[in-house]
């Protein structure tokens, strides 16, 4: 293959592992954690499962897709390795994906051996995927990087870097990951204390013998309208150039990603969180993601003593 196709492979390598997760997020909602029992990397004792029930064969389907995208990882790495120069960010980033990926199948074997899946309400529980939420947005950040600086997008510099703007994108990605973890322990709540109405389920969260994963509903809806208007805030009044038409480009695109997120949130609570709408809130937050890891990529790609070379700085959704 020629490695003017690096940057298509690192771009599907990304949607793929994006799809995983999706799945992985079926799994969990569905209750086909277990499905192959106590038992890491064979399901059920065996390689193949036998004639499985649903909840296995859902969980198997994840344990193949999730070894193909072991295969990718590393099939990423040793092509960018032989592609690319020492020193390249693109070696550096496929580096980063091999690392994320390794972890997140330990993480992941580690929830099924301690059988932390299916109906299991446990602190333990909470722990471990919160732990897989944020190894699963880095591996994200990692790949998507990767693809970035394999399309010709610059390097990434915090030398140089005005003090607000590395500030600004910490507190965002902080606060994006805390909406993720926040997010994925609401919807485990959601999966194993179902509510048959809002009514039922807003009572729900606040009673004071409710279990723990329901008393902790509450706090996701708060985080993300503050980390989303912070976001919303970010894109919108950053400054930007007038001739950097990609940073326009994906401030514009995160702002109506975020907002796009947040009703779906609300959507999702009035509905009671299908698994289908869990589904779609899930991909938005992966795409928040992916889209503010290449917003901070175009903006940081540039030191400060560039940006105070430009006559022009306006906001970026100006019509000039």
């Known amino acids: 293959m020629k490695s003017n196709s690096f940057p298509k492979f690192a771009w599907f390598v990304l949607g793929y592992n ?179 109405t809002l009514g039922e389920g807003v009572a729900q969260d606040f009673l004071p013998t409710a279990h723990f994963l329901v008393r902790l509903r509450v706090i996701h809806p708060l985080v993300a309208v503050v980390v989303g208007v912070f976001v919303l805030a970010l894109a919108y009044f950053l400054p930007n150039p007038p001739a950097d038409r990609k940073q326009n480009l994906l401030s514009t695109v995160l702002v109506w990603l975020t907002l796009a997120q947040l009703a779906a949130g609300a959507l999702n609570v009035i509905i009671l969180a299908p698994v289908w709408m869990q589904i779609l809130h899930l991909l938005l937050a992966d795409l928040v993601w992916v889209i503010l890891v290449l917003f901070s990529a175009q903006v940081l790609r540039r030191s400060q003593h560039a940006d105070e070379q430009a006559a022009d700085v306006r906001p970026v959704f100006s019509s000039s």
């Open 18 to 196: 994006m799809l995983v997760i999706l799945w992985g997020a079926f799994v969990r909602a569905t209750g086909s954690g277990a499905g192959c029992g106590a038992h890491w990397p064979l399901c059920n004792g065996q390689v193949v499962p036998q004639s499985p029930a649903v909840q296995t064969s859902v969980e198997f389907i994840h344990r193949i897709s999730s070894g193909l995208a072991l295969l990718l990882a590393v099939g990423l790495l040793v092509w960018a390795w032989r592609s690319y120069a020492k020193g390249s960010p693109v070696r550096l980033g496929a580096g980063l994906v091999m690392f994320f990926m390794i972890t997140e199948s330990l993480v992941g074997a580690m929830l099924v051996l301690f059988r932390w899946v299916a109906m299991d309400q446990s602190v333990q529980r909470v722990y471990s995927i919160s732990l897989h939420l944020v190894n699963t947005f880095l591996l994200l950040g990692s790949l998507t990087l990767t693809a970035w600086w394999a399309s010709g997008g610059g390097s990434v510099r915090l030398r140089g870097q005005k003090a607000t703007h590395l500030g600004l994108f910490a507190v965002a990605f902080a606060g994006t990951l805390l909406i993720g973890v926040s997010g994925a322990i609401t919807a485990l709540g959601d999966t194993l204390f179902p509510a048959g």
